[in-house]
């Protein structure tokens, strides 16, 4: 299962710090060697500011070799560092921190930072110390502080590049400390940043940074207990489903896994979720051509292909993939039961007659557990058919009230007014716009 495994194609979009979880976890599966983990563990450690980490990988990796004078030398340079980059810090913080600057503060940048300058005379480089400070404590790992520093630094500073860079540190750092409901809001502010940004370039460069948000999302999504519906959201969204489309399709596993651990939407779901799964398969299936694993290959077969046994099998595949995978491992028991339902449904939907112990066989249950597990699916599930067990047949017959005609001719003329006229809409305004040009042409003339 090793040529399934998405570690190298999603650290290339995250920082060095969000990458050691998912080698701390490849470490502990069987799909690499533990000296492989361990050295780029290692190569990774050596680019931050935690020496110590990095001297004991090295002494793992290395045990008969001495560990090299360098960490030692580094270890001095970030205490001196630090203690540097406190003291200018801190004098920003004895400021802001007082109850009467405090309350004198508005939501105006520009005014905050008049006041503080002909008040307690902080000029902007020294606000700017705070964003440094956040920084190197995040490059050592005090993650906690990082989040405090950067959110400090971006209620005062009115610098754009920097303010953008401290909002990805402060999600990171509510990622590392396990803040899953502050890093869920921080993940929103950042997205509605990213989409409603104005750069040279816009579409590359929004294209680059949905790419990466698209990636550190899948933290927050697969911890906060909300995630997995508002995955469906982001995800399917246009603008967020051509970017995976176009940069990153094997985040399609994670869409496809969300669309099966959300079969029963909660109350009030978006038309988006609901129809989460019949989105997911057109796109697996328009997609096939760049990325497929058994977790998107399992939908394809099951409502593409109609295959059960072959869904069946890409089941069994996608369990061992889900186990290995760090961000569905603790999911794997409740996509495979959630799997199972998706089966018999679409069996259900597709057979008069359903022998149980043939069904049963399928999922793996007993016969009276497969009696029940169907009688139960289909009083739960909006199929509108009952069904009558034939106790001496073994079998579960399901009885479809016919649709009436004039039914299926109201369901698809449905909303064809309000179709009609946006399509009408839509041709005036090209219609309209090579005349404006024309206009401009005359007026220029």
Not at 105 to 116: G, M, S, V
Request: charged share 25%; with cysteine.
């Amino acid at each position: 299962m090793a040529e399934f495994d998405l570690t190298k194609r999603v650290m290339p979009y995250l920082d060095r710090h969000l990458s050691f979880p998912l080698l701390v976890h490849l470490s502990e599966t069987n799909l690499f060697s533990v000296r492989d983990v361990q050295i780029a563990q290692y190569e990774l450690a050596k680019g931050t500011n935690m020496p110590d980490y990095a001297a004991n990988l090295f002494t793992q990796i290395y045990p008969d070799q001495e560990v090299p004078q360098e960490f030692e030398e580094k270890r001095r340079n970030t205490l001196l560092t630090h203690q540097r980059l406190q003291d200018e810090a801190q004098a920003v913080l004895d400021v802001i921190e007082n109850p009467e600057v405090a309350q004198s503060l508005r939501q105006d940048k520009e005014q905050n930072l008049q006041y503080l300058k002909d008040n307690y005379n902080l000029t902007l480089d020294q606000i700017t110390a705070l964003y440094h400070f956040g920084q190197f404590q995040y490059s050592y790992g005090n993650y906690s502080g990082a989040a405090d520093y950067l959110y400090h630094f971006r209620v005062l500073s009115t610098d754009n590049d920097l303010n953008t860079s401290a909002q990805w540190g402060k999600l990171a750092s509510d990622i590392l400390s396990g803040k899953w409901d502050a890093a869920l809001q921080e993940l929103d502010t950042l997205r509605e940043s990213i989409d409603s940004r104005s750069l040279p370039g816009p579409a590359l460069n929004q294209l680059h940074s949905r790419t990466w948000l698209l990636h550190w999302s899948l933290f927050v999504y697969f911890n906060h207990e909300q995630g997995r519906t508002l995955l469906l959201e982001t995800f399917l969204s246009p603008v967020y489903l051509n970017t995976i489309q176009t940069s990153c399709p094997w985040i399609l596993r994670y869409l496809a896994a969300a669309a099966v651990l959300t079969r029963s939407p909660p109350p009030g779901a978006s038309s988006r979720v609901r129809n989460a799964i019949r989105e997911v398969i057109k796109v697996v299936q328009m997609e096939e051509y760049q990325y497929q694993d058994p977790v998107t290959a399992f939908l394809k077969e099951l409502y593409v292909e109609f295959d059960f046994e072959a869904a069946q099998r890409e089941l069994g595949r996608a369990e061992h993939v889900l186990s290995d995978d760090f961000f569905l491992g603790e999911f794997c028991a409740d996509f495979l039961d959630n799997a199972r339902y998706l089966i018999s449904e679409a069996f259900c939907r597709t057979h008069q007659k359903i022998d149980i112990r043939d069904l049963s066989e399928r999922l793996n249950l007993s016969p009276d557990e497969g009696e029940k597990w169907i009688v139960n699916l289909i009083r739960e599930s909006r199929m509108g058919a009952d069904a009558k067990i034939d106790l001496d047949k073994n079998i579960i017959e399901i009885f479809r009230p016919a649709v009436p005609v004039y039914q299926t001719v109201i369901d698809k003329t449905r909303g064809l007014h309000l179709r009609t006229s946006g399509l009408g809409t839509a041709i005036s305004r090209m219609g309209a716009a090579p005349a404006a040009q024309g206009g401009e042409a005359v007026a220029v003339r």
